[in-house]
């Protein structure tokens, strides 16, 4: 299905004018935005970190008598949930299982895409075509799908559908790394590197991937947003991490009868936590990528 | 054109192929015994472990199994479910109506708004640009259920306009239900659209074509129709086949969160079910689903734009 990936990007005239409306554009604006949600990203990592010694309550600790309590209310800070659980405690411990699941799926990806798209580039003839219609072939699973097939085999939890993302995320970078090592393979220089006798992983660490890095790293960063959400929406749909434990995805997936009873905070507050993680990820990707020239994800 | 067809089909098929024998495959990669798993969180009884020997016939050979396994899909057999004690196809036909028509539903509302967002995005340069464009992004990053529950709360909870659970009894209440959910699937995949409607209308109003049409006189709304937006159709229309698959798999999260009777709820509800023939014929449609729509795009292409050579767009 490689029809999926061939955008077409503005040529010629609409190229230029992109360009000019890109320099035209107030710099220093577009700066403040960029570190603020930079700044964020690094919060949300430290919090995962160290959000478990820093919450003021136990994440696990039901209280009856405090049920669906308002913001304030106790010295709770954003309320507490349906069993009267801290619900700022559990954003903070929470944060761990949400950045963890993405991070996993970002090296998996990484790595997997990197050997398959420069195995398949290098060696060419059978072994390119072979690899290629794999890459074609998952293509046709999208990664949702994928993830929620992986839990019905191997259980509910973190591993299961991280390691499915993982390989979902494999083809358009893999892709991206293929087409590179095809391109500069037949060049000059990497024949000679190889008459001197460089082996091809040498040859393609320093000389081929540096090419590539600039729109290959910030297309993994961009997953590492894409794989947030995904990963969030498994929760919510009670695929992924089981109760007790605190994760932002579940945590909207528990609140939902509170909710629809009109308590918002258990809802509201890991939805924003979520959008508000990956709004800023996103945008850093997209500046990135701006900086770099790469190519998003699709 | 026949040879043409004929491959792409066959590429089709092929792809289908190997998409089954994964999907039945990995029963095996699951650890311990398969009929372990398969009768896991069901009630156990000798009856239900040997309907599960015997439909699975694990005593026999698993290119044979699989062969039977495929051969019944033909037939619209699907296997008997695990904890529904019917058969898959009934219990699947049953609930395709609701994410047929809510995929159609929210599918239409995607490639309509985002391509008059897309329009209007690429004739208004300066902020009416900007603002649709950060305006589509931001919405694009947020998760399908965040937006469910925005809108649940909103139009369900405060305003009562729309009902927040359940999926009406006649067709009028069945689309009136699906309104909030299908406009929550467009919400999360308008952007998409938008942006390559955008960079494709932006390329065509430059050139040359557009120029002299403007210079012989053609204004207004025929030279955006005729002359602007027929040519830079093609990657929409590519696009669009992306949607398909947000469509098909974001409707699983939507029917969970508005409490619908679909494939998508049938398919979360199996998986915590353990009802693993249920999952693997689902699995199977969704990615025949995504394929075969993917296929007939292909083979519109051609015939909206002429000088697309015909299978030049799959090299």
């Known amino acids: 299905m490689s029809l999926l990936t061939d955008l077409k990007l503005p040529t010629g005239a609409a190229r230029q004018e992109k360009i000019a409306t890109a320099k035209k554009k107030p710099r220093k604006h577009n700066d403040v935005l960029f570190y603020l949600s930079a700044g964020f990203v690094a919060l949300v990592v430290l919090v995962a970190f160290f959000g478990r010694y820093i919450a003021p309550f136990d994440p696990n600790a039901i209280d009856f008598q405090l049920i669906n309590a308002a913001p304030g209310q106790d010295g709770h800070l954003l309320g507490t949930d349906q069993n009267g659980r801290d619900i700022f405690s559990r954003l903070l411990v929470g944060a761990r299982s949400s950045m963890l699941g993405a991070l996993i799926v970002t090296i998996g990806s990484t790595i997997m895409s990197i050997i398959i798209g420069a195995v398949a580039g290098w060696y060419g003839g059978w072994v390119d075509n072979l690899l290629s219609r794999v890459i074609d072939f998952l293509f046709a699973f999208p990664g949702l799908l994928l993830a929620v097939f992986a839990v019905a085999i191997f259980g509910p939890g973190l591993m299961a559908p991280a390691i499915a993302l993982s390989v979902a995320f494999i083809p358009a970078a893999a892709r991206l790394i293929r087409n590179a090592v095809v391109q500069e393979r037949s060049k000059d220089y990497v024949r000679s590197l190889e008459v001197l006798g460089f082996g091809g992983i040498v040859i393609f660490l320093r000389h081929v991937f540096p090419n590539v890095a600039a729109p290959y790293l910030s297309m993994q960063f961009l997953c590492f947003g894409y794989s947030m959400v995904d990963l969030a929406a498994i929760s919510f749909l009670g695929l992924g991490v089981q109760p007790p434990t605190s994760d932002w995805g579940l945590m909207v997936s528990e609140g939902q009868s509170s909710f629809l009873a009109g308590t918002i905070w258990p809802v509201l507050w890991p939805s924003a936590a979520i959008v508000l993680t990956v709004v800023a990820i996103n945008y850093v990707g997209e500046q990135l990528t701006e900086k770099w020239g790469g190519r998003s994800h699709v | ?315």
């Open chain 2, 1 to 315: 054109m026949i040879t043409y067809l004929a491959r792409r089909i066959g590429a089709m098929l092929a792809t289908l192929f190997v998409a089954s024998f994964v999907v039945y495959g990995a029963l095996y990669l699951a650890p311990g015994d398969p009929v372990s798993t398969l009768i896991s969180g069901n009630v156990v009884t000798p009856e239900l472990i040997a309907s599960v020997r015997e439909q699975y016939g694990l005593d026999r050979p698993f290119l044979v199994r699989y062969g039977e396994w495929l051969g019944g899909m033909f037939t619209g057999d699907f296997g008997q479910s695990l904890r529904f004690q019917q058969d898959v196809s009934a219990l699947m036909a049953s609930r395709l109506p609701t994410t047929l028509l809510l995929v159609v539903m929210a599918g239409t509302l995607t490639v309509v708004a985002g391509i008059a967002l897309g329009s209007i995005s690429a004739l208004r340069p300066g902020p009416v640009d900007r603002t649709v464009l950060n305006a589509t992004s931001f919405v694009a990053a947020l998760p399908v259920f965040v937006t469910a529950f925005a809108f649940l709360f909103i139009f369900g909870v405060k305003l009562r306009w729309f009902p927040v659970s359940g999926g009406g009894d006649s067709l009028g209440d069945h689309i009136f239900h699906l309104i909030l959910p299908s406009v929550t699937l467009a919400f999360a995949l308008t952007a998409l659209i938008t942006r390559v409607t955008r960079a494709s209308v932006k390329e065509q109003m430059v050139s040359e074509h557009v120029a002299v049409a403007e210079g012989r006189g053609v204004s207004g709304l025929k030279l955006y129709s005729r002359h602007v937006f027929r040519n830079a159709l093609t990657p929409i229309l590519t696009q669009s086949g992306i949607v398909i698959a947000g469509l098909l798999v974001s409707s699983q999260i939507v029917e969970v969160a508005f409490g619908l009777d679909g494939l998508g709820s049938l398919l979360v509800q199996s998986v915590q079910n353990m009802d693993f023939p249920v999952v693997q014929a689902i699995t199977l449609l969704v990615v025949f689903a995504y394929v075969f729509t993917n296929m007939v795009i292909d083979f519109l292409l051609p015939l909206i734009d002429p000088r697309i050579q015909i299978g030049g767009r799959s090299q």
